[in-house]
């Protein structure tokens, strides 16, 4: 689906266009095409190849979709795929879109699937920069990639708030499980935020450093600032896996604790049935000659030793911590 088709004029927006004249406005030197479009069927990201006359490779990347995130270079165009790491509606659960990216001389082409959120607001932005926006193809992609980019902050400051919740619970009596359970599912989401940031990562240190491709030229500083950001998000997950795995660590030993805590428990109830089942038994053998046996008080007595022996145990268990 078509969202915009804008042609613009030394940094300024000169009309809304038909698919069927791009060709002949990216043919001006001076003039710098635009467009949008999601969820594109088949036969409509052919039009635009055959329009913008894209390299055959990127559009059957595009096409097949579900890529790594990357930066590739085409001769005189690049492509670009990028991954769109974003919290449902509820926050519980992350939700994962992608955004190929055409960009030539004189045309900029996204094509979004799986995306919730679009770009209207940075291509609104950008229109309002016109000396930047002069840059072209250049300058939109920059601006498309850092909106993405900064859309992985919220993610990251949302797994943080997760890990602290988790944290809190570490010592919760019987708690150990559940945050474990919790810790490999919060893991599972950096990973996430991970696989979207290392690769582009990679990719942009390509557009600022070495040798610039002639599309980037002039906005080094900005795909450096770029890189920055992904170089701050990197360190920031590297820093937050280190925390999950102490905290793993952490919740396994205390289900060591609490192990041994029950084995103390176990250990001292049976202590302490032990003790008149151990004097009952010995009374309970049916010899003729015992001692005591034909004593009035023996019964009373036994009784009173099975319970005076065990109110000494229990107290002192509780006193060791034990009970």
């Known amino acids: 689906m078509l969202v915009n088709c804008v042609v613009y004029q030394n940094g300024r927006k000169l009309a ?21 479009v999601v969820e594109p069927s088949a036969e409509e990201l052919e039009h635009m190849a055959t329009e913008f006359g894209l390299h055959p490779l990127a ?13 590739e270079e085409h001769e005189d165009s690049l492509f670009a795929v990028l991954q769109t790491v974003d919290y449902d509606s509820d926050g519980a659960n992350i939700l994962v879109g992608e955004v190929a990216i055409f960009a030539g001389k004189n045309y900029l082409l ?13 291509r609104a932005r950008t229109e309002r920069e016109p000396d930047m926006l002069r840059h072209g193809s250049g300058y939109a992609l920059y601006a498309l990639i850092d909106a993405v ?12 708030s997760e890990l602290e919740e988790i944290e809190n619970e570490i010592f919760a ?23 979207a940031v290392d690769p582009l990562r990679a990719g942009t240190g390509k557009l600022y450093g070495g040798r ?24 920031s997950i590297d820093g937050i896996q280190e925390m999950i795995a102490t905290a793993i660590q952490v919740n396994l030993g205390m289900i060591g604790v609490n192990e041994n805590e029950n084995v103390k428990k176990l250990a001292s109830w049976a202590a302490i049935i032990g003790v ?48």
């Open 110 to 122: 996204s094509v979004r699937s799986k995306t919730e959120k679009g770009f209207a607001e940075i």
């Open 212 to 235: 610039v491709p002639p599309l980037c030229a002039g906005l080094q500083e900005y795909f450096a600032d770029l890189y920055d950001h992904l170089h701050r998000i990197h360190d």
């Open 173 to 195: 009596h019987n708690a150990a499980r559940s945050n474990i359970e919790a810790l490999y599912e919060l893991k599972q989401k950096l990973m996430t935020l991970k696989h």
């Open 59 to 71: 559009v059957d990347d595009a096409r097949m979709g579900h890529r790594r995130p990357k930066i």
């Open 16 to 36: 809304d266009i038909p698919i069927d004249d791009i060709s002949e406005y990216v043919s001006r030197p001076e003039c710098f095409v635009w467009v949008a």
């Open 276 to 323: 008149p089942t151990a004097i009952a038994g010995v009374y309970g053998m049916n010899f003729k000659y015992m001692p005591e046996l034909d004593w009035a008080w023996g019964y009373p007595f036994a009784l009173g030793l099975m319970v005076g022996v065990d109110v000494v145990l229990y107290f002192w268990f509780r006193r060791i911590g034990w009970l």
């Open 149 to 160: 980019v900064d859309r992985y902050f919220p993610v990251l400051d949302g797994l943080e």
